[in-house]
């Protein structure tokens, strides 16, 4: 029943490909096929038979012939026994020969060719069922017998099968299958059977209706016979019971007529209506992307028709009876069957003018032939070669109608009217939609583009707001270092005022300070002749015995007090001696500021700290007058403020390159790294520092400091202290000591990188200045290493991890901090070990910037030809495409 639903929905059938090419055009009113040139033999094979594939390849509407031969009768059997059949069937080749003679034959094709053994199932399903699914789709269909009379044709198409059902015939199983796919409730299948002799139309069903005229629709052409009685089929039973009283009313009236149901045509017509419900196919095929729109539902009748007609025997065609009656009949039965064959000549030549009107039969197979109706011809022949004539003219009449092509045409009535205002309706809704679409179209497009250009004029003001503001930054920062220069050379104009100034006061206060130290000098003196007096005194009194104890006692409290003053006068001359080397040694620096200021040099200061060169200086004056021992000693003083003064000297002493060694000499190296270990002041832990790092810039008393324990003491202050100050005098320190060969190992062991690395934390540009300096200075002692190969591993300085500080400033804005750093770089990668760690450290594309950017030749010219020579460096170089 799934069939049946689909088929009522309008669906096309799934089974034969003509029916569903013929589906795909049925709204387009007519479908013309073109004949093949070889009919049958490009066709394409269903299971069932090829009548079920035919429209496949491209000739749906031609006339479909099958030949069927029946097997030899008894009475053959006899008559014929010594001769060989007259044709020769090759089913598999749809071909069938017809022999002329023992040694010749001509040979047909045709749609199908069915041999004797062909069962009346395959005829119907290979002849017929193709047909009757046409119908059922809603398109006319005829299928029709022609041969001559004994051949099969009513067994073919009439046989009711009474004793045998598989010897039923295509009317009974058209019938059965057409019941099989109806809906009883919307569906009708109704009939009328008809008898046409002698130009006169009998109705079988009412046997006294025996002239039932043809009526033609003037507009549409259709045949109807409104005469003939017309019973609605409900089940197949009451089918085959009305065939059946169909069937005795034939022979009934062949008896009253006095003729032979072969001399006649019997006609079954079989009306189905079906009701559809249609969506507009029409207007989904022509808008294909309607599915906004609803498309209407259509209620359809869809009429359709299958005649199956059992034609006359096709002898009568050429063999007229004698005389008298007969003669009139053969006139007839010739005047229907001539009349057919000469309309499907005309149809076959593609004649204009078709000689329908010329007879009953072909006006009522007016659209079966050249019609509008899907249509099947069974011609059947027998064996025997004493018809072969007849069988000739026979197969003759198939081939012709092979070549008569058919218009398709679906049956439904609608409401054109209102379809065409529904069309209208959706054509004014396209219109609009397009319309709509259209501007929405226009819009996106004005608005892209609107989009685009304000896109191009923000990137065009962004480049030209950044352009200004590098400009103005530019302009700032060049107004800013000329107000700086400005400001700068302003400060060290008045500086040089204030100096000569200071020179003036200091030299008032070291002619006071002198004075005074005079003025202690001789009271000391006095002192001392005092103390002198009173011990001879005291000689003279324990000689004479005579002044007795209390006097003794008195005498000596005297004493005491005499040397607790004696004492405090003598820290006070230090403290005095020590503020005059200090002014000294200041007056003595401005001094060459002042020359250095003069001649040219005043801002071309130095990294090291607190360098001291010059000559000998009236420090060194002091120096003697005071002595280094007892200088030294003051620096364990309990007065703090002695200590500072003392170590401050020993630092402005340390300072002078003349003045290094003695002091090693007498332990001031030593007591400075005491005080360090100390840090109870910060003042005299900077001091102190200062003076390690100058006394460090001397490669003997590097070795020194490192056996005494410097470094872990510098190690120490490194990690506790906050002044900048101190922090520089540290890493100074550190520094110095980085530029010697033999400490390397020592250095890096006892932590000096690392706590050279740990003060960057300060920020101070001093401080950095003074790390760098100390990273250049060991990174140049191992390429030395290197070179003269002392040593071989990985730098000491990557396996502290320096890297990352390294590249992260080698571009410092600081000079000092970048060349130091751009040396180091320089110096890491002439040693290929390295070049790994520094190519993913980032460390390369720095080198690749001091190569092209680094404002010092040297510098330049030094990290290309590192680059170059470094076979990892140049690999990864040509891997980035660097040149
Ligand atoms: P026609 O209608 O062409 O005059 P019939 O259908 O009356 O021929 O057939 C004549 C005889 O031959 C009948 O007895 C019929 O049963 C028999 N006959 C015809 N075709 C076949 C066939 N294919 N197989 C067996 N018997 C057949
Ligand atoms: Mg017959």
């Given at each position: 029943?799934?069939?049946?639903?689909?088929?009522?929905?309008?669906?096309p059938?799934?089974?034969?490909?003509?029916?569903?090419?013929?589906?795909?055009?049925?709204?387009?009113?007519?479908y013309?096929?073109?004949?093949?040139?070889?009919?049958?033999?490009?066709l394409?094979?269903?299971?069932?038979?090829?009548?079920?594939?035919?429209?496949?390849d491209?000739?749906?509407?031609?006339?479909?012939?099958?030949?069927?031969?029946?097997?030899?009768n008894?009475?053959?059997?006899?008559?014929?026994?010594?001769?060989?059949?007259?044709?020769?069937?090759q089913?598999?080749?749809?071909?069938?020969?017809?022999?002329?003679?023992?040694?010749d034959?001509?040979?047909?094709?045709?749609?199908?060719?069915?041999?004797?053994?062909?069962?009346?199932k395959?005829?119907?399903?290979?002849?017929?069922?193709?047909?009757?699914?046409?119908v059922?789709?809603?398109?006319?269909?005829?299928?029709?017998?022609?041969?001559?009379?004994?051949?099969?044709?009513?067994?073919?198409?009439g046989?009711?099968?009474?004793?045998?059902?598989?010897?039923?015939?295509?009317?009974?199983?058209?019938?059965?299958?057409?019941?099989?796919?109806?809906?009883?409730?919307?569906?009708s299948?109704?009939?009328?059977?008809?008898?046409?002799?002698?130009?006169?139309?009998?109705?079988?069903?009412?046997?006294?209706?025996?002239?039932?005229?043809?009526?033609?629709?003037?507009?549409t052409?259709?045949?109807?016979?409104?005469?003939?009685?017309?019973?609605?089929?409900?089940?197949q039973?009451?089918?085959?019971?009305l065939?059946?009283?169909?069937?005795?009313?034939?022979?009934?009236?062949n008896?009253?007529?006095?003729?032979e149901?072969?001399?006649?045509?019997?006609?079954?017509?079989?009306?189905?209506?079906?009701?559809?419900?249609?969506q507009?196919?029409?207007?989904?095929?022509?808008?294909?992307?309607?599915?906004?729109?609803?498309?209407?539902?259509?209620?359809?009748?869809?009429?359709?028709?299958?005649?199956?007609?059992d034609?006359a025997?096709?002898?009568?065609?050429?063999?007229?009876?004698?005389?008298?009656?007969?003669?009139?009949?053969?006139?007839s039965?010739?005047?229907?069957?001539?009349?057919?064959g000469?309309?499907i000549?005309?149809?076959?030549?593609?004649?204009?003018?078709?000689?329908?009107r010329?007879?009953?039969?072909?006006?009522?197979?007016?659209?079966?032939?050249?019609?509008?109706?899907?249509?099947?011809?069974?011609?059947?022949?027998?064996?025997?070669?004493?018809?072969?004539?007849?069988?000739?003219?026979t197969?003759?009449?198939?081939?012709?109608?092979?070549?008569?092509?058919?218009?398709?045409?679906i049956?439904e009535?609608?409401?054109?009217?209102?379809l065409?205002?529904?069309?209208?309706?959706?054509?004014?809704?396209?219109?609009?939609?397009?319309?709509?679409?259209?501007?929405?179209?226009e819009?996106?497009?004005?608005?892209?583009?609107?989009?685009?250009?304000?896109?191009?004029?923000?990137?065009?003001?962004n480049?030209?707001?950044?352009?200004?503001?590098?400009?103005?930054?530019?302009?700032?920062?060049?107004?800013?270092?000329?107000?700086?220069?400005?400001?700068?050379?302003?400060?060290?104009?008045?500086?040089?005022?204030n100096?000569?100034?200071?020179?003036?006061?200091v030299?008032?206060?070291?002619?006071?300070?002198?004075?005074?130290?005079?003025?202690?000098?001789?009271?000391?003196?006095?002192?001392?002749?005092?103390?002198n007096?009173?011990?001879?005194?005291?000689?003279?009194?324990?000689?004479?015995?005579?002044?007795?104890?209390?006097?003794?006692?008195?005498?000596?409290?005297?004493?005491e007090?005499?040397?607790?003053?004696?004492?405090?006068?003598?820290?006070?001359?230090?403290?005095?001696?020590?503020?005059l080397?200090?002014?000294?040694?200041?007056?003595?620096?401005?001094?060459?500021?002042?020359?250095?200021?003069?001649?040219?040099?005043?801002?071309?200061?130095?990294?090291?700290?607190?360098?001291?060169?010059?000559e000998?200086?009236?420090?060194?004056?002091?120096?003697?007058?005071?002595?280094?021992?007892?200088i030294?000693?003051?620096?364990?003083s309990?007065?703090?403020?002695?200590?500072?003064?003392?170590?401050?000297?020993?630092?402005?002493?340390?300072?002078?390159?003349?003045?290094?060694e003695?002091?090693?000499?007498?332990?001031?190296?030593?007591?400075?790294?005491m005080l360090?270990?100390?840090?109870?002041?910060?003042?005299?832990?900077?001091?102190?520092?200062?003076?390690?790092a100058?006394?460090?810039?001397?490669?003997?008393?590097q070795?020194?400091i490192?056996?005494?324990?410097?470094?872990?003491?510098?190690?120490?202050?490194?990690?506790?202290?906050?002044?900048?100050?101190t922090?520089?005098?540290?890493?100074?320190?550190?520094?110095?000591?980085?530029?010697?060969?033999?400490?390397?190992?020592?250095?890096?062991?006892?932590g000096?990188i690392?706590?050279?690395?740990?003060?960057?934390?300060?920020?101070?540009?001093?401080?950095?200045?003074?790390v760098?300096?100390?990273?250049?200075?060991?990174a140049?002692?191992?390429?030395?290493?290197?070179?003269?190969?002392?040593?071989?591993?990985?730098?000491?300085?990557?396996?502290?991890?320096?890297l990352?500080?390294?590249?992260?400033?080698?571009?410092?804005?600081?000079?000092?901090?970048?060349?130091?750093i751009?040396?180091?770089?320089?110096?890491?990668?002439?040693?290929?070990?390295?070049?790994?760690?520094?190519?993913?450290?980032g460390?390369?594309?720095?080198?690749?910037r001091?190569?092209?950017?680094?404002?010092?030749?040297?510098?330049r010219?030094?990290?290309?030809?590192?680059l170059?020579?470094?076979?990892?460096?140049?690999?990864?170089?040509?891997r980035?495409?660097?040149?």
């Amino acid at each position: 029943m799934a069939s049946s639903a689909a088929s009522r929905n309008g669906a096309p059938r799934g089974g034969g490909g003509a029916r569903s090419l013929a589906g795909g055009n049925l709204r387009s009113s007519s479908y013309k096929s073109r004949p093949s040139q070889l009919p049958g033999s490009t066709l394409r094979r269903s299971s069932t038979g090829s009548f079920a594939a035919a429209g496949d390849d491209g000739v749906p509407g031609r006339v479909r012939v099958a030949v069927r031969l029946r097997p030899r009768n008894a009475e053959e059997m006899v008559a014929d026994a010594d001769f060989a059949d007259c044709v020769e069937v090759q089913p598999e080749l749809k071909r069938l020969k017809l022999r002329k003679n023992n040694w010749d034959s001509d040979t047909y094709e045709f749609d199908e060719v069915l041999t004797e053994f062909a069962s009346q199932k395959r005829v119907y399903e290979v002849v017929a069922k193709p047909v009757v699914e046409s119908v059922l789709d809603g398109y006319n269909g005829t299928v029709m017998a022609y041969g001559q009379t004994g051949t099969g044709k009513t067994f073919t198409v009439g046989h009711l099968g009474d004793g045998d059902t598989a010897s039923r015939g295509i009317m009974v199983r058209a019938m059965e299958d057409i019941l099989a796919d109806v809906a009883p409730e919307t569906d009708s299948v109704s009939v009328s059977y008809l008898q046409l002799y002698m130009e006169a139309i009998q109705d079988l069903l009412d046997p006294t209706n025996d002239n039932i005229s043809i009526v033609e629709d003037p507009k549409t052409g259709d045949v109807s016979l409104p005469g003939a009685t017309l019973l609605e089929i409900r089940d197949q039973q009451s089918f085959v019971e009305l065939l059946s009283i169909g069937e005795a009313h034939r022979i009934a009236a062949n008896t009253k007529l006095n003729t032979e149901s072969s001399r006649s045509h019997a006609i079954l017509m079989v009306h189905v209506k079906r009701s559809v419900v249609s969506q507009d196919d029409t207007l989904s095929i022509e808008n294909g992307n309607s599915s906004h729109f609803v498309k209407p539902l259509r209620p359809l009748i869809r009429k359709s028709k299958l005649v199956l007609v059992d034609l006359a025997g096709s002898e009568r065609v050429h063999k007229s009876g004698s005389e008298g009656h007969m003669l009139e009949e053969a006139k007839s039965i010739n005047l229907s069957l001539s009349a057919l064959g000469k309309c499907i000549n005309a149809l076959a030549e593609n004649c204009a003018h078709v000689p329908v009107r010329d007879s009953k039969l072909t006006r009522l197979l007016k659209d079966s032939f050249g019609g509008t109706a899907r249509t099947s011809l069974i011609v059947t022949i027998g064996p025997s070669p004493r018809h072969r004539g007849e069988t000739a003219s026979t197969i003759q009449f198939g081939q012709r109608a092979m070549k008569v092509e058919n218009m398709l045409k679906i049956k439904e009535e609608f409401d054109y009217k209102s379809l065409s205002r529904k069309l209208e309706i959706q054509v004014d809704k396209l219109i609009a939609e397009n319309e709509r679409q259209q501007k929405a179209y226009e819009y996106e497009l004005e608005r892209m583009n609107q989009e685009a250009q304000n896109r191009i004029a923000e990137v065009e003001r962004n480049f030209a707001e950044a352009l200004e503001k590098e400009r103005l930054k530019c302009q700032m920062e060049y107004m800013e270092s000329v107000k700086k220069l400005e400001e700068k050379m302003l400060t060290n104009q008045r500086k040089v005022i204030n100096l000569q100034d200071q020179v003036v006061s200091v030299s008032d206060e070291v002619a006071e300070v002198r004075k005074l130290l005079q003025n202690e000098t001789q009271r000391r003196k006095a002192s001392e002749e005092e103390v002198n007096k009173l011990n001879t005194r005291m000689g003279q009194l324990m000689q004479s015995e005579a002044g007795g104890d209390g006097e003794i006692l008195r005498i000596h409290q005297l004493l005491e007090v005499e040397t607790q003053k004696k004492k405090k006068l003598e820290e006070e001359v230090m403290i005095l001696k020590s503020q005059l080397l200090q002014l000294s040694y200041e007056a003595d620096q401005s001094r060459r500021y002042m020359e250095r200021v003069g001649s040219g040099n005043g801002l071309n200061g130095t990294d090291s700290p607190s360098v001291n060169n010059g000559e000998k200086a009236p420090v060194g004056t002091l120096f003697e007058q005071v002595g280094l021992h007892q200088i030294l000693s003051y620096l364990e003083s309990e007065d703090a403020n002695v200590q500072i003064h003392a170590v401050k000297v020993l630092a402005n002493l340390a300072a002078e390159e003349a003045n290094q060694e003695k002091i090693v000499e007498a332990g001031g190296l030593t007591s400075l790294l005491m005080l360090l270990r100390k840090f109870e002041d910060e003042t005299v832990r900077r001091v102190a520092a200062g003076a390690i790092a100058n006394l460090a810039m001397n490669e003997t008393n590097q070795e020194l400091i490192m056996t005494q324990g410097g470094i872990t003491l510098l190690t120490m202050t490194a990690a506790d202290a906050e002044d900048p100050q101190t922090l520089r005098m540290v890493a100074g320190a550190i520094a110095n000591l980085c530029g010697n060969d033999k400490l390397q190992m020592k250095l890096k062991s006892e932590g000096g990188i690392k706590a050279l690395l740990g003060m960057v934390r300060c920020g101070h540009a001093d401080v950095l200045s003074q790390v760098a300096r100390g990273i250049a200075n060991f990174a140049k002692c191992e390429s030395r290493a290197a070179t003269q190969g002392t040593k071989n591993g990985r730098s000491l300085l990557i396996d502290d991890g320096a890297l990352p500080w390294i590249v992260q400033n080698a571009n410092n804005e600081a000079a000092p901090i970048r060349r130091h750093i751009e040396l180091a770089l320089c110096h890491l990668a002439q040693h290929e070990v390295n070049a790994k760690e520094m190519i993913s450290g980032g460390a390369l594309w720095e080198l690749v910037r001091i190569s092209h950017d680094c404002s010092r030749e040297d510098i330049r010219s030094l990290a290309r030809r590192t680059l170059n020579s470094s076979p990892t460096f140049r690999s990864e170089m040509r891997r980035l495409r660097i040149d």
